[in-house]
């Protein structure tokens, strides 16, 4: 791969330790996948935050890299294990807490920005069509290639904070336009008429995709909310990085012969009932990617008034919990019984630790990743019937 002068003296150390390791990283992972040089990307989103996924081995890793390591583009951080404002209240231990502050605070003495969403792009950091970045929560980065046009490969937690303190990434997959081309075409003949219904979509197709990108023909109007959910299940059950929709997305590249499938009302059926493994649950949790404010206001609406049952958890970005408060949004869900957790979700907390054995979820990628990540039961269904 070729390095410039500057990229070479970084290689050698004349910028620090962390910044020579980060572009050590770089360097293994270009010539890995055959980039031929780096080339600059204008933000990171960087992975790997909760204590409960790195645990004390990550977080060593990143206190040593924080001596002296420092990002050199704005840089984000992905959701975090706990509420970091509310973690007491919500039942997150003293020892978990402080823990997960050790790794808040690493990130930050780095210069990255304590964000802690998988939604960057609804708190206003929005890469422009064909803007290189280097983002690598999974649903967070198929958003931006999908319905921003942005490019961005599929990164670690780690190639992301590389490229966050170097400011650059190898120039290869989802770089160049050769590699955004679909290779599987589906038609979808089911009638869409929830957002759940689009998270078994992506659950579906993502299974049969693995790593190729998607053509979606036959949805004729799609939701922000609609998109943001079916890109996280096409990304958790495969590792889908691009899709496009007809008629939708700028971009719509297909193969010469591609795989055809269809989704019909069957597989839509079908789809569903596998990813139910519970008919109750002590938690209702919405928010998987993080609840936009519109989602905030539909849940606000439908629990107005209310006593409810069950415990409810809506996990968005923090921002977005703010214009929720000054809205009264927060106040009319917290009245009915409900929290709106900010900077952490669902599966990247410890919700098998907080004594919760099933979770109401109307999110693929949830109902997906539940059962292994956090030993918990399921009941999947529409943002209607879980609150039900
Ligand atoms: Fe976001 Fe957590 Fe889902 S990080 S995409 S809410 S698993």
Redesign the pocket.
């Known amino acids: 791969m070729h390095l410039t002068r500057e990229e070479e003296n970084i290689l050698n150390g004349e910028q620090g330790n962390a910044a020579a390791k980060a572009m050590e990283i770089l360097v293994a992972i270009g010539k890995v996948f055959g980039a031929e040089k780096l080339i600059p990307v204008t933000s990171a989103q960087i992975s790997g935050v909760s204590y409960k996924t790195i645990g004390d081995a990550g977080l060593e890793f990143l206190e040593n890299f924080a001596k002296d390591g420092r990002v050199r583009i704005p840089s984000y951080l ?2 975090a294990g706990m509420d970091l404002e509310e973690w007491s209240r919500l039942g997150f231990s003293k020892e978990f807490a402080r823990k997960q502050m050790r790794i808040i605070k690493a990130y930050q003495k780095m210069g990255v920005e304590a964000t802690c969403t ?1 939604t960057p792009y609804l708190i206003g950091i929005l890469p422009k069509k064909g803007e290189h970045v280097a983002w690598s ?1 999974s ?1 967070a980065v198929i958003f931006a290639n999908s319905a921003l046009g942005a490019r961005t490969n599929r990164e670690s937690g780690m190639s992301a904070l590389a490229s966050a303190i170097v400011g650059k990434t190898p120039y290869f997959g989802y770089h160049l336009d050769e590699n955004r081309v679909a290779s599987l075409v589906v038609n979808v003949k089911a009638k869409l008429e929830d957002i759940s219904d689009f998270g078994a979509l992506g659950i579906y197709t993502g299974a049969i995709a693995k790593q190729r990108v998607v053509a979606f023909d036959g949805i004729e109007t799609v939701t922000v909310d609609e998109v943001k959910t079916l890109g ?1 299940a096409l990304a958790a059950s495969g590792a889908v990085a691009l899709f496009f929709i007809k008629g939708i997305t700028d971009e719509w590249r297909v193969a010469d012969k591609p795989e055809r499938i269809e989704f019909g009302s069957r597989e839509l059926r079908e789809t569903k009932e596998n990813l139910n493994s519970s008919r109750d649950a002590e938690l209702v949790a919405v ?4 609840c936009s404010l519109e989602e905030i206001r539909e849940i606000a609406e439908r629990v107005r008034g209310k006593k409810l049952k069950r415990k409810l958890w809506v ?1 968005t970005a923090r921002k977005i919990k703010r214009k929720a408060d000054k809205l009264g949004l927060t106040k009319v869900i917290e009245e009915a019984g409900g929290r709106v957790v900010s900077d952490t ?1 669902m ?2 907390c410890p919700l098998e630790e907080l004594g919760f054995e099933r979770t109401a979820v109307n ?1 693929g ?2 109902a997906h ?1 539940l059962p292994s990540f956090c030993g918990q039961k399921v009941l999947f269904g529409s943002l209607k019937e879980i609150l039900r």
């Open positions: 992905n959701p998988c929560e649903s996280a928010g998987c990617p993080h996990c979700c599966v990247v999110s990628k949830a990743y």
